[in-house]
């Protein structure tokens, strides 16, 4: 009888080892199974990057999917046709030729212009393209930067008016001795531009950078994860506040630190308050526009910029933008639907 | 089941978690400067492999890498400035000599950020 129960004993005794190793086998497939198909999903589709300078900045593209190379040259061609078209400084460019007093006709510039209008408004002339008589006397980002006389800038303020730009269905013209200078959205325009291409092609997914304005298209990577555009310190140029986390969209920063110069102590940026002529003082350095149009992504930026904190939530609020804002204190504030992860500090 | 086969079961469950853990969570902060001219990628650097300062010249810029960053020296461009910028030493940093059409771009090995707001 003890036999007979040792034997069932050493029997079950062997099952059970058995059992547990193969447990343990099936935990260990198991586990690096959903490592490889985890994996598998976080794994980008095929990519190329290209860098290039046009529209005078750096574009970085970086394209997912099909033939990625030859629609990453295309973006480039894209941009610098652009250029061409909006560029005060190209001879021929329609925008010149308005300036010079011609009436062009051309629809997709008059829906851009319009757009730019509409901020205006919607910003009490904060923002305002016809800033160009203005812009050009601080000469910011050239080697004729200067601060400007009083006289100067009370003069050319006079030039500056929005509701003068007339644009009529698909004609565009302004007043005698306004300079439209489009360079405060032009790089949102371009991501406009950019996005209007890739929508034509195979790409899966995009993200072009024109001068730090960004166009996140389509798909990161097959689990679909959000793009993650870092947003740059407004006091370390090598260093980031933090991420906006987007699914498709644009992100545009206007700060105190791209184009400036000082005197006397005193820094004199390139983001002109249109209502006064002077660099705007709203007690910002720096704010990044969240935003399902690129052109109007910019403009909000630079608007917002000028009006402060309080203002420039309201004006995102009418366009249902979002926005991150950094004080002068370097107090960071995020406003509306937006995916912000904060930096270490 | 015994104490021994449940410590058996967790050693190797903790196996299986660190080799997943090591495989995709590890951090890699090494940095590649990579050069651009007029669109074309010409060099590609990693920072860390250098014993010592590495210069290249391209299209009228002279440009020096080492463990720390990536820099313009010199240039044949009007305004210089490419060189005022100073050095690149984060991922994601970028810079350019427009008039030349020369761009010096940082990554890191893995990417943190898909791009920079700016």
């Not at chain 1, 291409?197 to 990161?220: F, M, Q």
């Not at chain 1, 689990?223 to 498709?248: Q, S, Y």
């Not at chain 2, 060099?43 to 890498?65: H, M, N, P, R, Y």
Request: with cysteine.
């Amino acid at each position: 009888m003890s036999k007979k129960l040792a034997k069932t004993k050493t029997s079950v005794e062997k099952r059970r080892k058995i059992l547990t190793g193969v447990f343990c086998f099936v935990a260990a497939v198991l586990i690096i199974g959903s490592a490889l198909v985890y994996n598998s999903f976080k794994k980008e589709y095929d990519s190329s990057t290209k860098n290039a300078v046009a529209m005078g900045t750096v574009v970085t593209a970086k394209t997912f999917g099909k033939n990625t190379a030859s629609v990453n040259e295309t973006i480039v061609s894209c941009i610098q046709q652009l250029d061409d078209v909006i560029s005060w400084r190209v001879k021929d460019s329609a925008v010149s030729k308005i300036n010079s007093g011609q009436t062009v006709r051309l629809s997709s510039l008059a829906s851009a212009i319009n757009a730019c209008n509409e901020v205006s408004k919607n910003s009490n002339g904060a923002f305002d393209v016809t800033i160009g008589p203005v812009s050009t006397l601080w000469g910011f980002g050239t080697e004729n930067e200067r601060l400007p006389k009083k006289a100067e800038i009370e003069s050319a303020l006079k030039k500056v008016d929005y509701k003068t730009l007339k644009v009529s269905g698909t004609r565009i013209s302004c007043a005698k001795g306004q300079f439209v200078d489009l360079g405060a959205v032009g790089k949102g325009y371009a991501c406009d531009m950019v996005k209007q291409y890739l929508e034509k092609t195979d790409v899966s997914g995009a993200v072009v950078s024109v001068g730090g304005s960004i166009l996140a298209y389509g798909k990161r990577n097959k689990a679909g994860d959000k793009w993650r555009i870092a947003v740059r310190d407004p006091r370390n140029e090598n260093g980031f506040i933090g991420t906006v986390l987007v699914k498709e969209g644009f992100v545009s920063t206007s700060g105190d630190y791209e184009k400036y110069f000082e005197k006397d102590g005193v820094r004199y940026h390139h983001l002109l308050d249109a209502r006064t002529g002077y660099p705007a003082n709203s007690g910002l350095i720096s704010v990044t526009v969240v935003c399902s149009n690129g052109l109007l992504s910019d403009a909000l930026s630079t608007a917002c910029f000028v009006l402060g904190k309080e203002e420039g939530q309201k004006l995102l609020e009418k366009y249902g933008a979002a926005g991150v804002f950094v004080d002068s204190s370097q107090n960071v504030t995020t406003f509306g639907d937006v995916d912000f992860e904060r930096a270490a500090q | 089941m015994k104490k021994g086969d449940v410590a058996i079961i967790l050693v190797f469950a903790c196996v299986c978690f660190l080799l997943f853990f090591k495989r995709f969570f590890a951090p890699s902060q090494s940095l590649v400067a990579c050069v651009w001219q007029n669109g074309t990628l010409v060099e590609k650097i990693e920072l860390e492999s250098l014993e010592k300062e590495k210069t290249l010249t391209v299209g009228g810029c002279e440009l020096a890498f080492d463990k720390n960053g990536a820099r313009f020296v010199s240039s044949n461009c009007k305004d210089g400035l490419c060189v005022k910028k100073g050095t690149l030493s984060h991922s994601g940093d970028t810079m350019a000599c427009v008039p030349n059409g020369v761009v010096i771009t940082i990554k890191a090995q893995k990417e943190n950020a898909d791009a920079v707001a700016y």
